[in-house]
Protein backbone atom coordinates (compact mmCIF):
# COMPACT_ATOMS: atom_id res chain seq x y z
CA UNK A 1 0.00 0.00 0.00
CA UNK A 2 2.75 2.65 1.24
CA UNK A 3 4.84 1.85 -2.28
CA UNK A 4 1.76 1.98 -4.24
CA UNK A 5 1.05 5.27 -2.71
CA UNK A 6 5.22 6.22 -3.30
CA UNK A 7 5.49 5.48 -7.25
CA UNK A 8 1.70 7.81 -7.30
CA UNK A 9 3.06 10.62 -5.41
CA UNK A 10 6.15 9.80 -7.14
CA UNK A 11 5.26 10.31 -10.86
CA UNK A 12 2.58 13.62 -9.75
CA UNK A 13 6.26 14.74 -8.73
CA UNK A 14 8.49 14.10 -11.30
CA UNK A 15 5.67 14.99 -13.91
CA UNK A 16 4.62 18.62 -12.33
CA UNK A 17 8.49 19.08 -11.82
CA UNK A 18 8.99 18.84 -15.37
CA UNK A 19 6.02 21.19 -16.11
CA UNK A 20 7.63 23.91 -13.95
CA UNK A 21 10.48 23.77 -16.44
CA UNK A 22 8.29 23.01 -19.72
CA UNK A 23 5.65 25.68 -19.39
CA UNK A 24 5.75 28.60 -20.76
CA UNK A 25 4.11 30.26 -18.13
CA UNK A 26 5.96 31.26 -15.43
CA UNK A 27 2.74 31.75 -13.72
CA UNK A 28 1.56 27.97 -14.55
CA UNK A 29 5.14 26.71 -13.01
CA UNK A 30 5.17 28.37 -10.08
CA UNK A 31 1.56 26.65 -9.53
CA UNK A 32 2.88 23.49 -10.62
CA UNK A 33 6.24 23.87 -8.11
CA UNK A 34 2.70 23.91 -5.85
CA UNK A 35 1.75 21.07 -6.93
CA UNK A 36 5.16 19.50 -6.72
CA UNK A 37 6.20 20.31 -2.99
CA UNK A 38 2.88 19.06 -1.57
CA UNK A 39 3.28 15.44 -3.54
CA UNK A 40 7.01 15.44 -1.94
CA UNK A 41 5.21 16.97 1.41
CA UNK A 42 3.34 13.52 1.09
CA UNK A 43 5.97 11.53 0.07
CA UNK A 44 8.14 12.96 3.46
CA UNK A 45 5.23 11.73 5.40
CA UNK A 46 5.32 8.43 3.92
CA UNK A 47 8.79 8.11 5.31
CA UNK A 48 7.58 8.48 8.61
CA UNK A 49 8.82 12.37 8.96
CA UNK A 50 5.83 13.95 9.61
CA UNK A 51 7.34 17.29 11.06
CA UNK A 52 9.54 18.08 7.97
CA UNK A 53 6.30 16.94 6.24
CA UNK A 54 4.30 19.35 7.08
CA UNK A 55 6.95 21.98 7.66
CA UNK A 56 7.17 21.84 3.78
CA UNK A 57 3.69 22.27 3.37
CA UNK A 58 3.99 25.76 5.35
CA UNK A 59 7.48 27.03 4.26
CA UNK A 60 7.52 26.02 0.89
CA UNK A 61 3.98 25.66 -0.76
CA UNK A 62 2.81 28.73 1.50
CA UNK A 63 5.58 30.81 2.10
CA UNK A 64 8.09 31.13 -0.55
CA UNK A 65 5.25 29.97 -3.30
CA UNK A 66 3.02 32.95 -2.04
CA UNK A 67 6.06 34.81 -2.71
CA UNK A 68 6.75 33.75 -6.02
CA UNK A 69 3.67 34.26 -7.41
CA UNK A 70 3.26 37.68 -5.43
CA UNK A 71 6.54 38.31 -7.79
CA UNK A 72 5.63 37.00 -10.87
CA UNK A 73 2.11 38.89 -10.71
CA UNK A 74 4.16 42.37 -9.86
CA UNK A 75 6.07 42.12 -12.30
CA UNK A 76 3.14 40.98 -14.77
CA UNK A 77 4.91 38.74 -16.20
CA UNK A 78 1.95 36.30 -17.18
CA UNK A 79 2.33 37.23 -21.16
CA UNK A 80 5.45 36.95 -21.29
CA UNK A 81 6.47 34.11 -23.41
CA UNK A 82 9.61 32.50 -24.30
CA UNK A 83 10.95 32.67 -27.96
CA UNK A 84 14.00 33.16 -30.72
CA UNK A 85 16.45 31.49 -32.85
CA UNK A 86 19.41 31.75 -30.10
CA UNK A 87 16.87 30.22 -27.38
CA UNK A 88 16.47 27.47 -29.53
CA UNK A 89 19.97 26.44 -29.75
CA UNK A 90 20.78 27.62 -25.91
CA UNK A 91 17.67 25.24 -25.13
CA UNK A 92 19.20 22.35 -27.61
CA UNK A 93 22.64 22.81 -25.67
CA UNK A 94 21.13 22.59 -22.13
CA UNK A 95 18.80 19.65 -23.14
CA UNK A 96 22.73 18.10 -24.31
CA UNK A 97 24.01 19.05 -20.88
CA UNK A 98 21.28 17.52 -18.85
CA UNK A 99 21.28 14.27 -21.18
CA UNK A 100 25.03 14.00 -19.83
CA UNK A 101 24.51 14.18 -16.35
CA UNK A 102 21.19 11.98 -16.81
CA UNK A 103 23.36 9.50 -18.43
CA UNK A 104 25.99 10.16 -15.91
CA UNK A 105 23.69 9.23 -13.03
CA UNK A 106 22.09 6.08 -14.46
CA UNK A 107 25.26 4.91 -15.09
CA UNK A 108 26.15 5.24 -11.55
CA UNK A 109 23.08 4.23 -9.86
CA UNK A 110 23.05 0.97 -12.51
CA UNK A 111 26.62 0.27 -12.41
CA UNK A 112 27.36 -0.16 -8.59
CA UNK A 113 24.93 1.30 -6.47
CA UNK A 114 26.18 1.18 -3.20
CA UNK A 115 23.57 -0.88 -0.74
CA UNK A 116 24.82 1.13 2.11
CA UNK A 117 24.76 0.32 5.74
CA UNK A 118 22.41 -2.07 7.39
CA UNK A 119 19.58 -0.84 9.39
CA UNK A 120 21.05 -1.23 13.28
CA UNK A 121 18.36 -3.34 14.52
CA UNK A 122 19.26 -1.34 18.04
CA UNK A 123 17.83 1.74 16.76
CA UNK A 124 14.87 0.51 14.77
CA UNK A 125 13.48 -1.08 18.75
CA UNK A 126 14.22 2.23 20.41
CA UNK A 127 12.81 3.95 17.68
CA UNK A 128 9.76 2.52 18.02
CA UNK A 129 9.76 3.34 21.35
CA UNK A 130 10.44 6.90 21.58
CA UNK A 131 7.74 9.30 21.12
CA UNK A 132 6.23 11.23 18.36
CA UNK A 133 8.48 12.32 15.26
CA UNK A 134 7.64 16.37 16.20
CA UNK A 135 8.94 15.76 19.25
CA UNK A 136 11.96 13.69 18.53
CA UNK A 137 12.91 16.56 16.21
CA UNK A 138 12.84 19.34 18.57
CA UNK A 139 14.38 17.58 21.49
CA UNK A 140 17.19 17.21 18.58
CA UNK A 141 16.83 21.06 17.00
CA UNK A 142 16.96 22.10 21.23
CA UNK A 143 19.95 19.92 22.40
CA UNK A 144 22.49 19.14 19.85
CA UNK A 145 21.78 21.45 17.27
CA UNK A 146 20.90 24.50 19.84
CA UNK A 147 23.78 27.03 18.14
CA UNK A 148 23.02 26.26 14.69
CA UNK A 149 19.37 27.12 15.23
CA UNK A 150 20.55 30.26 16.93
CA UNK A 151 22.43 31.00 13.85
CA UNK A 152 19.46 30.26 11.36
CA UNK A 153 17.81 33.21 13.46
CA UNK A 154 19.99 35.58 12.41
CA UNK A 155 20.36 34.00 8.76
CA UNK A 156 16.62 34.99 8.75
CA UNK A 157 17.27 38.39 10.13
CA UNK A 158 20.18 39.39 7.41
CA UNK A 159 18.23 38.13 4.80
CA UNK A 160 15.04 39.79 5.39
CA UNK A 161 17.32 43.14 6.15
CA UNK A 162 18.72 42.65 2.71
CA UNK A 163 15.49 41.97 0.91
CA UNK A 164 13.65 45.10 2.10
CA UNK A 165 17.15 47.09 1.36
CA UNK A 166 17.67 45.84 -2.25
CA UNK A 167 13.71 46.20 -3.29
CA UNK A 168 13.40 49.33 -1.88
CA UNK A 169 14.62 50.97 -5.00
CA UNK A 170 17.12 53.12 -6.27
CA UNK A 171 15.05 56.32 -5.70
CA UNK A 172 16.94 57.02 -2.62
CA UNK A 173 20.55 57.56 -4.22
CA UNK A 174 19.16 59.63 -6.92
CA UNK A 175 18.27 63.26 -4.78
CA UNK A 176 21.09 62.51 -2.86
CA UNK A 177 23.89 62.68 -5.62
CA UNK A 178 22.39 65.80 -7.36
CA UNK A 179 23.00 68.06 -4.43
CA UNK A 180 26.87 66.93 -4.21
CA UNK A 181 28.31 68.97 -6.55
CA UNK A 182 28.14 71.72 -3.99
CA UNK A 183 29.45 71.85 -0.83
CA UNK A 184 26.37 74.32 0.73
CA UNK A 185 23.78 72.01 -0.25
CA UNK A 186 25.37 68.90 1.13
CA UNK A 187 25.23 70.09 4.76
CA UNK A 188 21.55 70.27 4.05
CA UNK A 189 20.91 66.67 2.76
CA UNK A 190 21.46 64.60 5.42
CA UNK A 191 18.32 66.70 7.08
CA UNK A 192 15.72 65.06 4.42
CA UNK A 193 17.19 61.75 4.53
CA UNK A 194 15.25 61.00 7.81
CA UNK A 195 12.48 62.49 6.33
CA UNK A 196 12.28 60.09 3.68
CA UNK A 197 12.51 57.18 6.06
CA UNK A 198 9.78 58.42 8.33
CA UNK B 1 8.97 0.14 3.51
CA UNK B 2 10.04 1.99 0.03
CA UNK B 3 13.76 1.22 -0.70
CA UNK B 4 16.37 3.50 0.02
CA UNK B 5 17.31 3.28 -3.65
CA UNK B 6 13.64 4.36 -5.06
CA UNK B 7 14.25 7.51 -3.01
CA UNK B 8 17.76 8.24 -3.83
CA UNK B 9 16.67 7.71 -7.45
CA UNK B 10 13.91 10.21 -7.45
CA UNK B 11 15.96 12.46 -5.63
CA UNK B 12 18.49 12.41 -8.65
CA UNK B 13 15.45 12.61 -11.16
CA UNK B 14 14.35 15.72 -9.32
CA UNK B 15 17.91 17.15 -9.10
CA UNK B 16 18.53 16.38 -12.59
CA UNK B 17 14.83 18.23 -13.64
CA UNK B 18 16.13 21.54 -11.89
CA UNK B 19 19.29 21.09 -13.68
CA UNK B 20 18.01 20.95 -16.96
CA UNK B 21 15.35 23.43 -15.86
CA UNK B 22 18.40 26.23 -15.13
CA UNK B 23 20.13 25.31 -18.10
CA UNK B 24 17.64 25.50 -20.49
CA UNK B 25 15.43 28.35 -18.95
CA UNK B 26 16.10 32.10 -19.34
CA UNK B 27 13.51 33.89 -17.05
CA UNK B 28 15.11 34.20 -14.17
CA UNK B 29 11.92 33.43 -11.86
CA UNK B 30 11.87 29.79 -13.32
CA UNK B 31 15.41 29.64 -13.00
CA UNK B 32 14.99 30.43 -9.01
CA UNK B 33 11.97 27.58 -9.05
CA UNK B 34 14.59 25.25 -10.81
CA UNK B 35 16.91 26.00 -7.90
CA UNK B 36 14.20 25.60 -5.49
CA UNK B 37 13.72 21.91 -7.10
CA UNK B 38 17.26 20.54 -6.32
CA UNK B 39 17.14 21.78 -2.90
CA UNK B 40 14.08 20.08 -2.68
CA UNK B 41 16.02 16.88 -4.42
CA UNK B 42 18.80 17.67 -1.41
CA UNK B 43 16.18 17.78 1.02
CA UNK B 44 14.30 14.02 -0.52
CA UNK B 45 17.87 12.73 -0.30
CA UNK B 46 18.31 13.79 3.22
CA UNK B 47 15.00 12.63 4.57
CA UNK B 48 15.63 9.03 2.81
CA UNK B 49 19.01 8.52 4.49
CA UNK B 50 17.82 9.32 7.81
CA UNK B 51 14.47 6.91 7.57
CA UNK B 52 17.43 4.26 6.52
CA UNK B 53 19.60 4.85 8.97
CA UNK B 54 17.07 5.82 11.70
CA UNK B 55 18.69 8.60 12.33
CA UNK B 56 16.66 12.26 12.57
CA UNK B 57 19.57 14.23 12.03
CA UNK B 58 19.25 14.19 8.40
CA UNK B 59 15.48 15.74 9.38
CA UNK B 60 17.54 18.72 11.35
CA UNK B 61 19.37 19.35 8.62
CA UNK B 62 16.16 19.59 6.20
CA UNK B 63 15.09 21.97 8.53
CA UNK B 64 18.28 24.23 8.08
CA UNK B 65 18.35 23.45 4.30
CA UNK B 66 14.57 24.90 3.92
CA UNK B 67 15.61 28.04 6.00
CA UNK B 68 18.38 28.88 4.01
CA UNK B 69 16.41 28.50 1.13
CA UNK B 70 13.78 31.07 2.19
CA UNK B 71 16.05 33.55 3.22
CA UNK B 72 17.80 32.52 -0.44
CA UNK B 73 14.05 33.70 -1.97
CA UNK B 74 13.67 36.72 -0.29
CA UNK B 75 16.85 37.85 -1.09
CA UNK B 76 16.99 36.52 -4.95
CA UNK B 77 13.38 37.73 -5.69
CA UNK B 78 14.14 41.39 -4.20
CA UNK B 79 17.28 41.15 -6.73
CA UNK B 80 14.73 39.96 -9.86
CA UNK B 81 12.05 43.16 -8.80
CA UNK B 82 15.09 45.48 -8.69
CA UNK B 83 16.45 43.97 -11.79
CA UNK B 84 13.31 44.52 -13.52
CA UNK B 85 12.96 47.85 -12.25
CA UNK B 86 16.54 48.60 -14.07
CA UNK B 87 16.19 46.43 -16.99
CA UNK B 88 12.42 45.87 -17.50
CA UNK B 89 13.35 42.35 -18.45
CA UNK B 90 13.91 39.25 -16.35
CA UNK B 91 15.46 37.71 -18.82
CA UNK B 92 18.68 36.59 -18.10
CA UNK B 93 20.41 36.46 -21.40
CA UNK B 94 19.13 40.17 -21.80
CA UNK B 95 21.19 40.99 -18.96
CA UNK B 96 24.59 41.26 -20.58
CA UNK B 97 25.90 44.38 -19.09
CA UNK B 98 29.45 42.56 -17.56
CA UNK B 99 29.31 40.87 -21.70
CA UNK B 100 32.86 42.82 -22.90
Known sequence: MITVLFVAFAAILVVS?????????????ALFLVLAFCSLAAIYLLLH?????????????????????????????????ESGVTLALRRGLGWLLGAVLVAEGALLITGRLAPGPATPQALTAAAAAAPGNTQQVGLLLYSRYLFP???????LLVAMIGAIVIARGLREPAPAEAPAGSAPVTAAAPEEAPGEDA | MIPLSWLLLLSAVLFCIGVVGVLVRRNAIVIFM??????NASNLAFVAF???????????????????????????????????????????????????
Open chain 1, 17 to 29: SLLVILHRNPLTS
Open chain 1, 49 to 81: AEFIGLVQVVVYAGAIMVLFLFVIMYLNLGHDV
Open chain 1, 149 to 155: FEITSII
Open chain 2, 34 to 39: SIELML
Open chain 2, 50 to 100: SRHLNSLDGQVFVFFVMTVAAAEVAVGLAIIVNLFRLRETVFVDEINLLKG
